[in-house]
């Protein structure tokens, strides 16, 4: 298997741009994981999907975020508008279960917000 | 909830030496607890698990850790370093919160020649 897959891996746009990170998970994976990595905060954990559906997105940021799985091979995670402070390496992640189970992370989109 | 912390956000040491990477967890449940590794420019992937079977347990790259309940400890160890061993590692700890995992803020290791 390929592994997870992100595209963009790099991201420069401007202040009040739309932004679209996208991700393949592992085929066979029930879950998927969108992360964002800062210096400050570290890795959090903004949402997450089983079998598509959004089970947990506590920790999205504001409504300027918004996270769609329209079918077991693809995830989207959009922020619009995009802000300085967004600027951060996102990561997707997929695994088979929970709690037990490891979870595979995809290289990353590193995003720069101008 | 659970959290962990992870002591120590860089450790440096010389090639050959001992590694010990440390860090501790908070748990009102019985925890599973995880060490991943983040090469430079690339994803997390993992080192090794402990989901209650044995207290020690043996990863990739010689990598060991030991679950401790009474120290509510999960510290990473490698006899040896290797120069390739350079990268940023995270501690993570899962079994509550709906099964999320919660991960360190990170431990930055450096390898000496």
């Known amino acids: 298997d390929a592994g997870v897959i992100q595209s963009p891996r790099h991201e420069v746009t401007e202040m009040g741009q739309e932004v679209t990170l996208r991700c393949k998970p592992i085929s066979g994976h029930d879950y998927l994981f969108w992360y964002r990595q800062t210096m400050m905060r570290g890795l959090e954990l903004l949402i997450y999907f089983n079998n598509n559906v959004p089970i947990d997105d506590s920790g999205m940021p504001e409504d300027r975020f918004s996270a769609k799985m329209p079918n077991a091979s693809f995830s989207t995670l959009k922020i619009q508008p995009s802000e300085p402070r967004d600027s951060a390496v996102y990561f997707c992640a997929s695994s088979l279960g929970l709690e037990t189970d490891t979870q595979y992370f995809g290289p990353g989109t590193r995003l720069t917000v101008l | 909830a659970q959290s962990v912390t992870q002591l120590g956000s860089h450790v440096s040491v010389s090639e050959g030496a001992l590694v010990l990477l440390r860090c501790n967890y908070s748990?009102?449940?019985?925890?599973?607890l995880f060490w991943y590794v983040q090469y430079p420019n690339q994803g997390l992937q993992l080192l090794l698990k402990?989901?209650?079977?044995?207290?020690l347990v043996k990863g990739i790259n010689g990598f060991e850790a030991e679950f401790k309940k009474s120290e509510t400890s999960f510290h990473l160890t490698k006899p040896s370093a290797h120069m390739s061993d350079a990268a940023e590692y995270f501690c993570a700890v899962s079994g509550d919160q709906g099964g999320k995992l919660i991960f360190g803020q990170g431990t930055e290791l450096s390898v000496k020649p």
């Open positions: 402990y989901t209650s079977a044995a207290t």
């Open positions: 748990s009102s449940v019985p925890p599973y």
